[in-house]
């Protein structure tokens, strides 16, 4: 992560990093790899920004919500507010996206009253819809698909308690899902690896494999975690039964027997091995307390790294794209 002066003075006054060259225009960020090599860096510089410029200073920002929320909720109206703007939570009875109103119709209509639209829904093709109407930068808060904002602040975590972002390893331990798939394609922009370790019947799909493959990287699939964690920077874990899975949350308790990351487990990691969780976390299944509680836990840090990263994802997509919403 790199450092950057700043004047303290009024807002348009701030020194902030210029954007790569050539950028401009209506952008959304759906997954991680929506962003170029060089705008996902810009976009961590802008999340350490203590004073960020108020590109949202009297414009509103829509956070549609099909799923409940916590970290994604406070996180993003906090970065909204520190940005200068308006969050407007809107939730599942008042939308009905698909329902009550097509995600075109949803987009239309909220921008033309927010400067973003960011939603956190079920089916991924809903985001893909909203965006496509190409009237406000969409944000996926997260999907069946994918999970990108939690990606940008694991890079962060990563990056402030390692110094770099190169030539990491990090194993990912349990249902390979939305998360690992946005964190496998992240690590690999930066030019670090990704292991999965997951029991039979719960492999990585090939999709996301080939997305990873595209950008010249590759997943190591396990399906016993103690070879997955062998000597890796750090360990990664995520709920068993995931939002809308919880009807199988017994089947799968039984299949992921064994994968629990435990000091067991954390032992057979890098002696500076560190320990990430996206949370909530479920101590006693996918993760032991004691490791959640250890000193090279970094849960917490990251959790509080979902507002930072939301704050340069938004600075980045309305501020310094010369978007004509955004104050400059």
Known sequence: MSG???????????????????????RHFLEVDDLSLDELLHVLDLAELVFPPQVLRGKGAALVFEKPSLRTRSSMEMAVVQLGGHPVMIGPAEVGLGVRETPEDVARTLGGYHAVLAARVFEHENLERMAATDVVPVVNLLSDLSHPLQALADLLTLG????????????????????????????TMVGSRIRIGSPAGYTTPDVDLDRVG???????????????????????????????????????RRAF????????????????????????????????????????????????????????????????????????
């Open 4 to 26: 950057h002066d700043h004047d303290h003075g009024h807002d348009h006054e701030v020194r902030r990093p210029e954007p790569p060259p050539g950028v401009t225009g209506m």
């Open 160 to 187: 402030q308690h390692f110094g770099r972002l190169r030539d990491l390893t990090v194993a990912y331990i349990g249902d390979p899902n939305n998360v690992s798939r946005s964190l496998a394609i992240a690590l």
């Open 214 to 252: 595209a950008h010249g990287g590759d997943i190591e699939l396990f399906d016993r975690p103690e070879e997955a964690v062998a000597g890796v920077d750090a360990v990664y874990t995520d709920v068993w039964a995931s939002m809308g899975k919880e009807d199988e949350a017994e089947a799968r």
């Open 257 to 328: 027997e064994g994968f629990t990351v435990d000091r067991r487990l954390m032992g057979m990691a890098a002696d500076h091995a560190v320990f990430l969780h996206c949370l909530p976390a479920h101590r006693g299944e996918e993760v032991a307390a004691d490791v959640l509680e250890a000193r090279g836990s970094l849960v917490w840090p990251q959790a509080a790294n979902r507002m930072h990263t939301a704050r340069g994802l938004l600075g980045f997509l309305l501020g310094v794209l010369n978007n004509p919403l955004a104050d400059l």
